[in-house]
């Protein structure tokens, strides 16, 4: 069984960054693939940006490409997201969430481990 947890969540102003992590405990068979999603009120939840098992291979929406990076530390069970050029659009709950095998995917229904998701509100 894996546990996820997200920090460093909170309000920013329009223009600013803020960076999030993703801490996982638990053993897996090898570093699975872990992506990043976000739901904002009455919204679907979306995939932002995922990561393979090594950090070779990334998928980033188009709606954060060249804003947002995702990258990993396997000896440390951490994936984080750093997140620049944060505008009003990007207020959501982040959550982070992680396959049972390394491979990159984009649909959430692969993603079987989730954590409890974290609040950032940009404001105008």
């Known amino acids: 069984q894996v546990q996820l947890v997200e920090s460093g969540g909170g309000v920013v102003q329009a223009g600013g960054s803020l960076r999030l992590a993703c801490a996982g405990t638990g053993r897996t068979s090898s570093p699975p693939a872990v992506g990043w999603f976000r739901q904002a009120p009455g919204n679907e939840r979306d995939l932002v940006a995922a990561?393979?098992?090594?950090?070779?291979?990334?998928y980033y929406a188009d709606s954060v490409k060249g804003r947002f990076t995702i990258s990993r530390n396997n000896p440390k069970n951490a994936v984080y997201l750093q997140m620049n050029s944060l505008k009003p659009e990007d207020t959501a709950v982040y959550y982070c969430a992680a396959k049972a095998d390394g491979e990159l995917s984009t649909l959430q229904s692969t993603y079987v481990y989730w954590g409890q998701g974290t609040q950032i509100t940009v404001s105008s």
């Open positions: 990561i393979s098992w090594g950090g070779g291979v990334t």
